[in-house]
Each structure stands twice: as C-alpha cells, then as structure tokens.
C-alpha cells in the first residue's frame, strides 16, 4: 500500500476506496492530448483495468501537448505506446490496448463491460454515440473538449441527464485543433479535471460530478462550471449514429466526402426508407441529416468514418 499511501489516507478514500478502485474497469477512448493526461493519472491511482482505444499513430507534431509519448514512439500505435507506458508506470495496472477506432458498432461490445466510460477522443460523432449507448446502459460518462486554450469536462449519463440533454445539436461550425490549433496547457487540465471527475465517480464522492459541467478559459482566465441534473431529454427522434458496417443495402447511402454530393433537400426516396449521411468528422452529415429530418422524414442516419 506504499504506492498508494497519500492517496488512501485521505478519509474519502480508505482502504475501501482503493479496493474499489483496484476492482474497477475503465473504457477510455482517445489516447491523444486528453487522454495522454488522463491515463497516466488513473494508472497512478490504482485503477485495476483500463481498455483503451485509439486507430492512430504517434506523429511528430502531437509531442508538444501529448507528453505521454517520446520521440522513440513516433510511427508506433498510440494505444499500444500508451499501454506500454503506462505499465511501467504501475504494473498493478492492467491495460488492454486496441489500436482501432471505436464505432457505434464495437462500442456496443465494449462498454457494457466499463464500470464507466472516459470520452477522450474530442470528436462529437464519437460523443454523442457513446452518451447515447451510455445513457441506454445506465453506464456514467465523462466526457471532456478542448480547443485553443479552452474547454469543458462534464460528466453524463449513469442516472444523470446525457450528452444530448445539454447540447441537443453540435455546434454548427466545428473548428479542429489541426485547422484552430492547441496549447498544451489546457489539454492536460481538462484531462487532470476529466480523471478527478472518473476517480470521484468510481469512488462515489459526494457532490457527484454527474450532472456537472466544468468550463475553463485561459484566454480570459475564467473557471465557471453549472450543474444540469434535471436538463430533460430531446423529444421525439433522435439523429440515429451508426457504424460503416451497420450501413444495409436498402439504405439511401449519402457520402458527402464527395464533390457534387446530392443536396439533401433532392432526394427521391420511400418514406420509409432510411437515408444515412457519411462524411469524415459526422459534422456535415449531422447538418445535412438535421435538414432532411426538420422536412419530416424520420429515418435518418450518420456515420463519421474519420480521416
């Protein structure tokens, strides 16, 4: 208990805390920027299992704000590396890398078996498909953003309102940290608020951090955070996400990568058939999804098949 002695001293913890936490598994998608704060700090504090996810590999330029990762990494798989790392940091620590993105589809496998989900992937397709298996499986999520030097951690789901309760739709123009850039200082503090928040929701702290989001702003300097426990769900039908390989042939398949993509307004279609928009982050199908389904049609679908 030497490793842990300053953690379980704590009256909020005991010995019982950390038996609870060395019993817990943890889901974590994303082992960029967020995730390279996040991991080492739950490894650090006794997390008994984490599964991690995340397709990509080590690129020079996510040294800056993944710090996780060394110059000898680069070109390696990032969930590999990190659980690499991350055994060497507590071998008590049993992590289960998968270098594969995580879809509507795996995730169904998956996350049923997390004691909770961490959403560190900062990609809202991803997002909303995990708040919405989360809230169907009673399962909490933490999920967090960060853009520029600003950003929010909040936690969703396992009794508490969803992602959806709060931001029914994503923003309408959806900036990247590879198009509006990053500072590193404030990936690595939501990821520090996203791991306090996955730790006190393992450990079942009082106040909860379901139901709480928490915003900084280093551009103003400002720490605000509001609670949304009774925000009610979206009414009527939900913008359905789904995976490539849940695409079926009697779907009105829209790839809108492509140039001259039809506009959704001209489609000729059953009213019962189900339209699925594809693009690479989910945004433009989001938007053009939203469009078909606000002229009525209820079968509607999007799929984000990354880059």
């Not at 709480?212 to 009774?230: A, K, M, P």
Request: glycine content about 10%; overall charge neutral.
């Amino acid at each position: 208990m030497n490793r842990y002695i300053r953690q379980s001293c704590l009256p909020e913890v005991g010995d019982a805390g950390q038996a609870q936490l060395a019993a817990a598994r943890v889901l974590v998608v994303g082992a960029g920027g967020l995730g390279c704060a996040l991991l080492p700090l739950l490894a650090g504090a006794g997390v008994g299992q984490i599964s991690l996810y995340d397709p990509d590999k080590v690129e020079l330029h996510n040294l800056h704000r993944q710090t996780l990762y060394r110059m000898s990494d680069l070109g390696q798989p990032k969930a590999e590396v990190a659980a690499r790392h991350l055994q060497a940091l507590n071998p008590e620590c049993r992590v289960l890398p998968s270098a594969t993105r995580l879809d509507p589809d795996t995730a169904r496998t998956a996350v049923p078996d997390a004691d909770l989900v961490i959403d560190a992937a900062d990609n809202f397709a991803v997002s909303y498909a995990l708040s919405d298996l989360c809230q169907t499986l009673a399962k909490p999520l933490a999920s967090a953003s960060v853009l520029g030097r600003q950003g929010y951690a909040g936690g969703f789901c396992g009794g508490s309102p969803s992602l959806r309760a709060v931001f029914p739709d994503p923003p309408p123009v959806a900036a990247t940290c590879a198009s509006a850039g990053v500072m590193g200082p404030a990936v690595a503090t939501l990821g520090a608020i996203q791991a306090q928040m996955a730790l006190s929701i393992l450990l079942g702290h009082a106040p909860s951090p379901l139901g709480l989001i928490l915003s900084v702003d280093f551009s103003g300097w400002r720490v605000s955070q509001f609670r949304f426990d009774g925000a009610p769900e979206p009414e009527g039908a939900l913008l359905e996400i789904v995976a490539r390989v849940a695409i079926r042939d009697d779907d009105l398949l829209v790839d809108l990568r492509e140039d001259g993509a039809q506009d959704p307004a001209g489609l000729s279609l059953r009213p019962d058939q189900r339209v699925v928009f594809l693009c690479a982050s989910g945004l433009r199908a989001w938007r053009a999804a939203r469009l078909l389904a606000d002229k009525g049609h209820r079968r509607v679908a999007i799929c984000a098949v990354g880059t």
